[in-house]
T-cell receptor, first 113, second 118 residues
C-alpha cells in the first residue's frame, strides 16, 4: 500500500520569504508523486509531479520539489512566497500512473504581508 | 490543461431525497473518472472509480447502493446520492483521466459540488 504524510497541518510565512511544505511517502514500489493546490471555491490544480524521471521537479508558479528516495520525502519549496500562494496544498501518491490518487491530509499555507 | 465541469456547484436538499451530480469533461474524452468526497478541513477520500460502459469500482466502506455512479459516455459521469441524510453533507469532487494523457497519468479535477442535506 502507498500513503503520504504531510508533516505540517498549517504553515505561516511572510511575503517574500521561502516556503517549505513537507511530505513523506510510503510505498512498496516506485511511486508517482504529486503536489496539488486547492484555492477556496476552486478546483484542485496540479503544481508538479514526479514520475521517476529527474528527481528535482519544477512546477508552475515557481514551485519545485525534490524526490529523495533515501529519505522517502517529496518536500515542496518556493524561494519567495506571494500573497496569492495562500491556499491548501496536498501531497499525493499514486502507485500506478493513472490510478486513483491517495491524498495527504493537506497543509494550509498562510502568507502574511 | 483540460477543463472539467461539475453541476450543480452547490445543492441543498431535504433528508430522504436523492441528488444527482454531473461531471463533464469539456474538451477531451475520458474512459476513467473518479469521485472523491472531502469533509470540511479534511483531505479528499476516493469513493469510486468510474469506467465508461462498465460498473464502477467502489472503495471499501462506500455503499454502492447509496452512491450510484453512471458513466454512460466518454465525457459524462454522474453521481447520485440516494435517500440523502445529513451525514452525507460534504464536498464532492470528480476527477478525470483524459484518454490522451493516460500514459502520463495526470488527472484533472472539477471545481466540486457542495451538498447540504437538511
Amino acid at each position: 500500500a502507498q500513503s503520504v504524510t504531510q508533516l505540517d497541518s498549517h504553515v505561516s510565512v511572510s511575503e517574500g520569504t521561502p516556503v517549505l511544505l513537507r511530505c513523506n511517502y510510503s510505498s512498496s514500489y516506485s511511486p508517482s508523486l504529486f503536489w496539488y493546490v486547492q484555492h477556496p471555491n476552486k478546483g484542485l490544480q496540479l503544481l508538479l509531479k514526479y514520475t521517476s524521471a529527474a528527481t528535482l521537479v519544477k512546477g508552475i508558479n515557481g514551485f519545485e520539489a525534490e524526490f529523495k528516495k533515501s529519505e522517502t520525502s517529496f518536500h515542496l519549496t518556493k524561494p519567495s512566497a506571494h500573497m496569492s500562494d495562500a491556499a491548501e496544498y496536498f501531497c499525493v501518491v499514486s502507485l500506478v500512473s493513472g490510478y486513483a490518487l491517495n491524498f495527504g491530509k493537506g497543509t494550509s499555507l498562510l502568507v502574511t504581508p | 490543461g483540460a477543463v472539467v465541469s461539475q453541476h450543480p456547484s452547490w445543492v441543498i436538499c431535504k433528508s430522504g431525497t436523492s441528488v444527482k451530480i454531473e461531471c463533464r469533461s469539456l474538451d477531451f474524452q475520458a474512459t476513467t473518472m473518479f469521485w472523491y468526497r472531502q469533509f470540511p478541513k479534511q483531505s479528499l477520500m476516493l469513493m469510486a472509480t468510474s469506467n465508461e460502459g462498465s460498473k464502477a469500482t467502489y472503495e471499501q466502506g462506500v455503499e454502492k447502493d447509496k452512491f450510484l455512479i453512471n458513466h454512460a459516455s466518454l465525457t459524462l459521469s454522474t453521481l447520485t446520492v440516494t435517500s440523502a441524510h445529513p451525514e452525507d453533507s460534504s464536498f464532492y469532487i470528480c476527477s478525470v483521466l483524459p484518454d490522451r494523457d493516460y500514459q502520463r497519468g495526470e488527472q484533472f479535477f472539477g471545481p466540486g459540488t457542495r451538498l447540504t442535506v437538511l
